[in-house]
Nanobody, 120 residues
Framework: QVELVESGGGSVQAGDSLTLSCTCVVAGRTFHMAWFRQAPGKEREFVATVSRTGRMTEYTEAVKGRFTISRTNGENTMYLRMSNLKPEDTAVYYC??????????????WGQGTQVTVSA
């Protein structure tokens, strides 16, 4: 049984910072992990991913330089530090985990989502 537990969402002003965290509750396994987001009326989109060891990361262009994904090597908790937030970052953010390091949606496990709202 694998469970993803997200936290850290909230409502902020444009320019503020926020950190999301996600813990993958599973015994004896580590996964590649990622964040996706879904704004109202839009499809779920890739935000960032981090490899099992934390050595490899990838970001969507819209968040490069503002968001930082991280994790401790071998740990199943990852973080998304979001800085200089913009209203267009408003979305439900989903944590994902799986065996493939990818920008696609081929992750095996998904969290319930946490709302991030950025006001102008």
């Amino acid at each position: 049984q694998v469970e993803l537990v997200e936290s850290g969402g909230g409502s902020v002003q444009a320019g503020d910072s926020l950190t999301l965290s996600c813990t993958c509750v599973v015994a004896g396994r580590t996964f590649h992990m990622a964040w996706f987001r879904q704004a109202p009326g839009k499809e779920r989109e890739f935000v960032a991913t981090v490899s099992r060891t934390g050595r490899m990361t990838e970001y969507t262009e819209a968040v490069k330089g503002r968001f930082t994904i991280s994790r401790t090597n071998g740990e199943n908790t990852m973080y998304l530090r979001m800085s200089n937030l913009k209203p267009e970052d408003t979305a439900v953010y989903y944590c994902a985990a799986g065996s493939i390091f990818t920008r696609g949606k081929e992750y095996d496990f998904w969290g319930q989502g946490t709302q991030v709202t950025v006001s102008a």
